[in-house]
């Protein structure tokens, strides 16, 4: 029989020690769990444990965020990090650790669960988590077109450029059904989360129209967070013509990250669901989760995957 808590301080150390096998930071034990505990990303979290006679024996995190829901702004867990010890799996643990979680979450007012599952969704589906729209893109440089060569990108700090760029946010997310609500403490949490990415404005004409945030992974770059414009299929062709032609002749040959799926977006890059990293949704009290939520969470951004 397990018992279920907010983990203590120890709970953590164990957490991660149990979690090597799976997600390590680092190929030596010591310095992976220093370095999990020192993360400001975990550090956000309430890690939830069920502990046996003598160890933590499952774990997950509930990362607290906001959902803009149509003029509401409603608490939200992201649970990330699900994992049981080996020697204790194919027991439900998970199952009532993820219950427990939602009482404990529902109880002190979050309103809804979401988690980007790793696995098949029917095992979350079967907890009351429904499937949302959840796709990848990728960008060919040598292959893409562009359409519009006045648009052009240019990298800035965020730090010196946050009031714009969290404007640029709100504008492009409005219309949404639903949306990460980004607050003053999450933006700064944002400065902090991956300091290495770059930020460019995108520029059409000399003027700035959005702006978008990427990882630099040699050949490859990962676009993790974009604003353009009101995120229409022709801002997103707008992002792709800036991104082309700023790798054109460089060693990046692709770029890739979380697109949502629309037609014009698919007869330009190649655009496909994700695997893994799925968008799953459940309402933890009287908010409704209809089909417009679901499809306007295509829209999440990487840099919010917790």
Known sequence: MLSFRVATFQDRVQSFENIFDVWRSSDDF??????????????????CVGVGEERVEVSLASFPFELSLA???????????????????????????IDW????ESARGTSISLLFSDIKP???????????????????ISSTEVRDDSIVLEEFRLKENLDWVSDCYNHAHAHLDAYVHRSEFY????????????????????????????????IRWKLRDCSIGSLSAEDYD???????SYFTDSKCKEVYGWFPKTDVLADRIE??????????????????????????????HEIDHV
């Open 30 to 47: 010591t310095e992976h769990v220093n370095l999990r505990l020192a993360s400001i990303h975990h550090q956000r979290a309430d890690f």
């Open 71 to 97: 003029g509401s702004v409603e608490s939200t867990s992201f649970i990330g990090c699900v994992h049981t010890i080996a020697e204790s799996r194919g027991k439900g643990y998970a199952r009532q650790l």
């Open 101 to 104: 979680t939602e009482q404990f």
């Open 122 to 140: 029917e095992y979350y589906s079967r907890l009351g988590y429904q499937h949302c729209p959840a796709h990848n893109g990728l960008i060919d």
């Open 187 to 218: 933006w700064w949490f944002l400065t902090k989360k991956d300091p290495y990415d770059k930020y460019f404005a995108i520029n059409q004409n000399g003027k700035r129209i959005g702006f978008i945030r990427m990882k630099d992974e040699g």
């Open 238 to 244: 707008r992002a792709i013509d800036g991104i082309v």
């Open 271 to 300: 655009i496909s669901e994700r695997p893994d990293e799925i968008t799953m949704i459940k309402s933890l009290g009287d908010i409704t989760i209809d089909e417009k939520l679901k499809t306007s969470l295509d829209y999440l």
